[in-house]
């Protein structure tokens, strides 16, 4: 019914777009040359962050699929490439986020390297297809060629080898472009560009003590012929004379206890950094002391590492999506931290009700919160409280279930280990929001809430009740309240079990309260029962079509009578509660269910020919509202609607789900998608500008913020009683404040460089002076002629004013102004007052 339908509302303005949250770790981060940015991969688009207050500067936009490499210009160092698997590569000025020029190669790409010695060349990782049911790689150059257009066609592609590692760290360019090496399983492989020349060296699979000798990255020395390799078993390889290749030598570096990630020279090439799974970071002295330093608990494993041309900062990217800034001395600078989604999301996307914050899985054991205003990530809340330890195979705690209360006073988790095994260990822990330190704190933690794996949980939806009930394995639901402790007799809510719940021995697997929290509905596999929470009564029972049920859901609002929920069997169902009857179902494979708080609507994401369609619509209608065909290609586990601060207006009727709140989705591969529509980039465009500014009125940045305030003076100016004169055009503010006030700040030069040129902004020029002084002259010799004009000038005004009060109608006469006030009013018209202009406008 759904997809016969969805044709008759597919037609809008609306699509999907990034909205954050990507991964910045899955390339290595660059250092600009002055330190000052570090510029990473972040899905579709670059990344600029600021490496002294670890903000988000702005973002290089405009590939159409994941950004894959990114590598500075050689011959500028303001500038650079970016590769993405859309096929094209693409120059950019990245202090001003400028698209320079866009080089269009055809093929996917999948990593870029430059080099000085090769100028206008780049090279690239492509694809050669599947071989042996394997995909191979190959590694090309292309001469990018030089043209006024914005897009510029770029397929003459030279083949520099075609046996390389599908993965980039394998692949280095050494010596500043006199060679470049590249390692695939137990081979390595070094190509010299002036020779043209390819020398192979072969490693065992294992040596006499078992370990393996298989290659996971590779760097260059860029100051002296050495190659660095680093292996699965931990070792790290030092590879010296590989121009002869029987005569090559290799000395031995070992400290990690398993796979070597990455590996990075320093400019001096003086030191080796290394690092891997056990998050510490290892300093390597490359000279005959073999002297190394650590730097631990950095926190996830260690993927890549980097280091900035004047080789006084550092960047290590971790696994869970971090960048740690480290200066040379070994000191944590600073740390950008993006949206943490790991391999999974085993908790649901959540809303902080206070902070508005999106809650979800973040670092192992904890819960992170992440504004998606920002796109930044806020804080972490440990949830396990205790020390992770980074090594595979290790069974750990993880927290599985979270779910707040409508306020955001409470929080409940759930944390277990053991899943794979049968000795299953589990926790409910409920978290009282603090106003003191305005964050969650332990209020009650329960270690045997049930006697098997709780499957959900869910907080009763009104404000005056609080209530948690949670769904187990071990066939029972249970309802838990705060109340006082009966030993202690102390004020404090703790939380204990109110009620336990069954039916027929079947195993509960979803609970839902209804809008006014009058209703609870858990379903037991394929009955949907209704109970009274006041009484703890069975009010009825719902049968369906066979099939589990997977998701059940309360309508809201208007649509508050209707309950919704999917099966196993590929239905989506809907009941009328006033009726106890199906009111009607539908043929539909719905991954994700979610109703929308602020209004009726309800999202609906159904995975069907390796893509998934959106569907919006009403639980008491049977047709959609609105759908969106292929919105991904992977299925969508995890979505939440995120209420509006403002609600949008004049919205198209195919738009309108979207006036309270916002969609947001996660996708297998952890990319956070939402809808946008054009209305909403309108208004955000508009809201940029602030302020309608007439042409006529100087635009300074005080203005901006005045602005308002001066229209509503200008308004009261232009009655009848005030007639509006011809407005003189204003002098321009000062260009030097204008620079300082709309540059941000972190990316300005010291307070020292900006006093001098400030202040000799507001100084008057020496012409300037001398004309001042010359009209100074002329004005003391225009006074003494009005001086000699006003004593004979004040004895008509006092007799015409004696014949006035005679008369008795000195009242009536409007006061004229004295010889003296007329001087004052013309030395304040003849002063220059063109300083005050640079700082604030005067008024008209």
């Known amino acids: 019914m759904f997809r016969e ?123 050669m297809g599947t071989v042996y049911k394997k995909e191979s790689f190959q590694l090309v150059s292309t001469h990018l060629p030089k043209s006024a257009d914005q897009e510029v066609e770029a397929k003459e592609l030279s083949a520099v080898s075609s046996h390389i590692s599908p993965n980039p760290s394998c692949t280095a360019i050494g010596r500043g472009g006199e060679y470049i090496a590249f390692a695939k399983n137990l081979q390595l492989d070094v190509f010299f560009f002036r020779k043209q020349k390819t020398y192979s060296f072969y490693l065992k699979a294992t040596d006499k003590k078992g370990a393996k000798n298989a290659f996971t990255c590779i760097a260059c020395n860029p100051t002296d012929d050495c190659i660095a390799t680093g292996h699965e078993d931990g070792k790290i390889r030092l590879w010296r004379n590989f121009n002869h290749k029987k005569e090559y030598t290799y000395s031995t570096l070992h400290w990690h206890h398993n796979a070597v990630n990455t590996l990075c020279f320093t400019p001096e090439g003086t030191i080796l950094l290394s690092g891997g799974i056990e998050s510490v970071l290892v300093q390597w002295q490359c000279g005959a002391s073999g002297k190394k330093d650590f730097l631990p608990r950095l926190g996830g494993s260690i993927l890549h590492v980097s280091a900035s041309p004047d080789g006084q900062l550092f960047c290590v990217s971790h696994s869970d999506n971090k960048i740690t800034v480290i200066e040379s001395n070994f000191k944590v600078s600073g740390l950008i931290q993006g949206l943490v989604t790991g391999d999974a999301v085993l908790t649901d996307l959540m809303i902080d009700p206070r902070s508005k914050a999106l809650v979800l899985n973040g670092k192992p054991g904890h819960l992170q919160f992440y504004s998606l205003l920002r796109d930044k990530h806020l804080y972490n809340l440990d949830i396990v409280q205790q020390e992770y330890i980074y090594e595979a195979g290790l069974d750990q705690f993880e927290v599985v279930k979270a779910v707040f209360d409508v306020k955001g006073s409470w929080l409940a988790t759930v944390e277990e280990r053991g899943r794979e095994s049968s000795d299953l260990e ?38 005056e009740t609080t209530m948690l009930v949670t769904t187990a394995e071990d066939g029972q639901f249970k309802a838990w309240c705060p109340g006082a402790d009966a030993d202690t007799q102390q004020d404090q809510n703790f939380w204990s079990c109110d009620f336990v719940g069954n039916y027929h021995n079947l195993k509960p697997t979803n609970c839902s309260f209804s809008a006014d929290s009058s209703l609870l509905a858990v379903s037991f596999q394929e009955v949907v029962t209704i109970w009274s929470p006041d009484t703890w009564e069975l009010l009825t029972t719902l049968c369906q079509p066979p099939g589990q049920i997977r998701e059940l859901c309360f309508g809201r609002l208007s649509c508050s009578k209707y ?12 009941w009328n509660l006033l009726t106890c009857a199906l009111e009607w179902s539908t043929s539909l494979e719905v991954s994700k269910l979610q109703p929308d708080p602020m209004s009726e ?41 995120v209420p509006r601060e403002e609600p949008l207006n004049g919205c198209d009727e195919s738009c309108q789900w979207l006036n309270r709140s916002q969609l947001y989705f996660l996708t297998q591969n952890m990319d956070l998608l939402t809808f946008s529509m054009a209305t909403e980039e309108d208004r955000m465009l508009s809201s940029s500008k602030r302020l309608v500014i007439d042409d006529s009125v100087a635009v300074t940045p005080f203005y901006l913020l005045l602005g308002k305030h001066r229209q509503q003076q200008q308004q009261k100016l232009h009655t009848p009683s005030h007639p509006v004169d011809d407005k003189p055009q204003q002098k321009q503010g000062s260009v030097s404040i204008k620079q300082l006030l709309n540059t941000p700040a972190h990316v300005l030069p010291a307070a020292s460089v900006l006093c001098s040129i400030f202040v000799n902004s507001l100084l008057i020029s020496n012409t300037g002076v001398r004309e001042e002084m010359e009209s100074s002259d002329q004005d003391m010799e225009s006074e003494k002629e009005e001086e000699e004009e006003d004593s004979e000038g004040e004895m008509e005004t006092r007799d015409g004013q004696q014949e006035l009060r005679a008369q008795g109608s000195v009242d009536e006469v409007t006061p004229k102004l004295s010889k003296a006030q007329e001087r004052e009013l013309k030395r304040v018209r003849k002063t220059d007052f063109s300083w005050i202009t640079g700082l604030i406008v005067s008024k008209p």
């Open 5 to 127: 339908a969805k044709n008759m509302v597919e037609r809008s303005d609306i699509r999907v777009v990034r909205c954050g949250g990507s991964k910045i770790n899955i390339r290595p981060p660059i250092i600009s040359n002055d330190s000052r940015f570090v510029l990473c991969v972040s899905g579709d688009s670059v990344k600029v962050y600021s490496t002294r207050t670890e903000e988000w500067v702005h973002s290089l936009q405009g590939h159409t699929n994941q950004v894959t490499g990114i590598a500075f210009n050689p011959a500028n160092h303001l500038q650079v490439y970016s590769c993405s698997a859309d096929g094209t590569v693409k120059l950019w000025d990245f202090i001003d986020g400028i698209l320079i020029k866009t080089f269009i190669i055809g093929s996917p790409l999948f990593a870029l390297y430059v080099s000085k010695e090769h100028e206008g060349v780049i090279f690239l990782h492509l694809s």
């Open 426 to 463: 589990f926790f409910l822990k409920l978290w009282a929001f603090d106003e003191t330190t305005q964050s969650f704190v332990l209020n009650t933690s329960i270690s045997a809430a049930h006697t098997d794996r709780i499957i959900s949980m869910c907080f009763s939806s009104s404000e």
């Open 563 to 574: 309950l919704l929920g999917t099966t196993t069997n590929n239905l989506l169902c809907c």
């Open 601 to 641: 609507n309800v999202a609906a994401f159904s995975y069907q020919s390796k893509h998934t369609d959106l569907f919006v619509f009403k639980p008491s209608e049977p047709l959609p509202l609105f759908t969106h065909e292929k919105v991904c290609s992977e299925k969508v586990h995890h979505a939440i609607f």
